[in-house]
């Protein structure tokens, strides 16, 4: 597979994705204002890196159903919660996010902090309620969820990365950080994939073991991305780390050193996939993808 291909299947899920996300809330009973607030945000664009992720997971080992795109949208849904809750003057204080006024700019804190609780407990009802998959891989997907989103992965990752503020941290923990806040969410979309695709466990462990390089490659890219990047690319100033002074990979590395970490970790990503096949090609582009990506 090329990237030319890669971008095909993003392109087509990415349109299914968009589309079917806001009917998810659409469809619920509530606040009407809190139900504006949740899809002001899961509307605001975005890459859509995770629930792609699980849907290439899913592609190694069978097509793609209907059903899979729920499970896909979830992940958003927990990842769009998490930006609506960073975004916070408590956490990292931005106004802007994928150039659209952050959620509490717009609705006021309060409301968005309802719009993160809101957005993440219907991702786990949207697991659950899951049809086309055994109830042992449902009730693993959720208790993978609830360990990737809790205190041992992205929750608890977010509060290292604030209590590392205006701090010279070692390698060690700012990798701890990423590993956490980005990667742990970016580790279960794969392994969510692989468990809705029916994958053998040895399959899992490895991709698994992927997605964990995965998740710092993106992390490390967005540190570069941080003060290299394009502003009209972003949607955001860059600068924001070095503005709260946070370690990153470039202050710690050199941009140099923190380039040369990029592709270690690329390259080390791929080494956990199989020597060959359609599936190893799609996840090995994305690596790439996210390697090379100007946002």
């Known amino acids: 597979m090329t990237l030319t291909e890669l971008k095909q299947f993003m392109d087509t899920h990415k349109k299914e994705i968009d589309v079917r996300m806001p009917d998810y809330i659409e469809t619920m009973k509530g606040p009407q204002t809190l139900k504006e607030a949740m899809t002001y945000s899961i509307q605001a664009g975005g890459k859509r890196v995770r629930p792609l992720l699980m849907l290439a997971a899913v592609s190694a080992f069978r097509s793609v159903e209907e059903q899979d795109y729920q499970a896909a949208c979830s992940v958003e849904m927990v990842h769009t919660y998490s930006l609506i809750h960073d975004d916070l003057p408590a956490m990292d204080d931005d106004d802007y996010r994928r150039g659209m006024l952050t959620n509490h700019k717009v609705y006021g804190e309060a409301f968005a902090v309802l719009a993160g ?28 969820l609830a360990q990737s989103s809790g205190l041992e992965g992205m929750t608890g990752g977010q509060a290292s990365d604030l209590e590392g503020e205006n701090k010279t941290l070692e390698l060690k923990d700012l990798e701890y950080i990423h590993d956490h ?3 742990a969410l970016l580790t279960y979309a794969v392994t969510a994939g692989a468990l809705l695709g029916d994958a053998p466990e040895e399959d899992i462990k490895k991709l698994k073991q992927f997605s964990r390089e995965l998740g710092l490659v993106f992390q ?28 990153t990979y470039p202050s710690l590395l050199t941009m140099s050193g923190a380039k040369e970490k990029l592709v270690f970790h690329a390259e080390k990503a791929k080494s956990f996939l199989p020597g060959s096949s359609s599936y190893t090609s799609l996840l090995k582009d994305f690596v790439d993808y996210v390697a090379e990506r100007a946002h």
């Open 117 to 144: 609780d809101g957005l993440l407990s219907k991702a786990f009802e949207m697991i659950s309620t899951l049809t086309h998959i055994s109830n042992d891989r449902k009730v693993r997907m959720v208790m993978e």
């Open 220 to 247: 490390i890219k967005d540190d570069i991305l941080d003060i290299e990047g394009d502003e009209n690319e972003m949607g955001k100033a860059p600068g924001s780390d070095e503005g709260r002074n946070k370690s």
């Open 181 to 183: 806040k980005t990667g």
